[in-house]
């Protein structure tokens, strides 16, 4: 009765039937948090290369000369529940498994992406996503260590990655200047190896990596780089380091989006796990 009297009135005043129907049935928006805007996407869906294709955009296909260096694959949330045996057949044999971001947000997938790989052979690791405007990076390492980012010295575990890259949330550094980003690193790094006696890997791209720590050169001789662009070679890389240990060359592979290549031999695989 009430619901149909409103209507009734509404119609009178010359608005639609469909505007009362639109307003009883709307829900309100959530705001956004401080410092982020309205279309923003929420905290906790960030995952690797997430700002790649748009920054860096996406050319060409890897060289078939490495086709022989071991396939790997990065997933997170966004892949739910993965099908492990179609990938182990397919020649994938290693995979990182997001398990992390800030101090927020732990990957709900994770310890079954994490299980699963392994259960068919896979040598497996995690990574973080780094949110350097929310916490300090030593706190991102502890929560990092403590939801699943830990590392074991049973042959399978491949050591941590901090995920470095465009904001997805706000401005590409963070609000960091490059003294100030090259000092969060640091500090994550340090407590990393502290937790795990491993030396984590850096996941990032030569742009963002100019942009956002000046090109810094001081990690390169400690800490094994991931680098990711999407084109037929892995292009330049950051200052510091002489060589690549992962490539990310693709978000669009034919089964899971994100692939991956090791810049080595599978003996040489087994020896990074085993540190």
Not at 122 to 138: L, V, W
Not at 236 to 249: E, K, V
Request: with cysteine; proline share 7%; charged share 15%.
């Amino acid at each position: 009765m009430t619901a149909a009297f409103g209507r009734m009135r509404l119609y009178a005043t010359g608005l639609p039937v469909a505007l009362s129907i639109l307003l009883s049935t709307h829900q309100p928006i959530s705001p956004p948090s401080p410092g982020e805007s309205a279309g923003t996407p929420a905290r906790g869906t960030a995952h690797m290369g997430m700002g790649v294709a748009l920054h860096d955009g996406r050319t060409g296909s890897p060289d078939t000369r490495a086709a022989t260096q071991p396939e790997g694959v990065d997933v997170s949330s966004h892949q739910g529940e993965v099908a492990w045996p179609t990938l182990w057949a397919s020649g994938v044999t290693w995979a990182y498994v997001k398990a992390t971001e800030g101090t927020y947000y732990t990957n709900p997938y994770h310890g079954r992406q994490y299980s699963g790989s392994r259960a068919v052979g896979m040598i497996r690791g995690a990574y973080h996503f780094a949110t350097p405007d929310t916490s300090g990076g030593a706190a991102q390492a502890d929560y990092f260590v403590d939801h699943g980012g830990g590392w074991t010295a049973d042959g399978t575990t491949l050591p941590g990655v901090l995920d470095i890259e465009w904001n997805p949330y706000g401005d590409a550094c963070f609000g960091r200047s490059r003294a100030s980003m090259v000092s969060w690193i640091a500090d994550f790094l340090a407590r990393y190896r502290a937790r795990t006696g491993r030396d984590a890997v850096i996941y990032t791209a030569t742009n963002w990596w100019t942009q956002c720590t000046g090109n810094h050169a001081g990690f390169g001789a400690t800490n094994p780089l991931w680098i990711a662009r999407y084109a037929s070679t892995p292009g330049t890389l950051p200052a510091g380091w002489p060589r690549h240990t992962f490539w990310q060359y693709t978000s669009t592979g034919p089964t899971v989006g994100d692939h991956d290549r090791f810049n080595g031999t599978p003996d040489g695989l087994r020896k990074l796990a085993t540190g």
